[in-house]
Nanobody, 121 residues
Framework: QVQLVESGGGLVQAGGSLRLSCAASGRTFSSYAMHWFRQAPGKEREFVAAISWSGTITYYADSVKGRFTISRDNAKNTVYLQMNSLKPEDTAVYYC??????????????WGKGTLVTVSS
């Protein structure tokens, strides 16, 4: 069992920045591809970003390319999502997820409970 705990969400004005963190349990953290998904009110959960187990390959949804950066620190068992130039449409609950391979669907092995990001105009 892998436990994931997100933090760093909050209220920010459009154009501002936030950094989300996801703390993972277990000695095998470095063996997992890590992901961020988000779910806005009334919408389906969608893929945001992912990073390979090595940290050398990253993936982004078109909607966040150039604004968000995913990174990982395996020594700290932590994944980050740096979010810049935030827009109101980025408002959502952001979920951390772990999987053996990178996926862009919601079919992942482990989920965090989410952290709320609200972007005001």
């Amino acid at each position: 069992q892998v436990q994931l705990v997100e933090s760093g969400g909050g209220l920010v004005q459009a154009g501002g920045s936030l950094r989300l963190s996801c703390a993972a349990s277990g000695r095998t953290f470095s063996s997992y591809a890590m992901h961020w998904f988000r779910q806005a009110p009334g919408k389906e959960r969608e893929f945001v970003a992912a990073i390979s187990w090595s940290g050398t390959i990253t993936y982004y949804a078109d909607s966040v390319k150039g604004r968000f950066t995913i990174s990982r620190d395996n020594a700290k068992n932590t994944v980050y999502l740096q979010m810049n130039s935030l827009k109101p449409e980025d408002t959502a609950v952001y979920y951390c997820a772990a999987n053996r391979v990178v996926v862009t669907t919601t079919r992942v092995n482990y989920w965090g409970k989410g952290t709320l990001v609200t972007v005001s105009s």
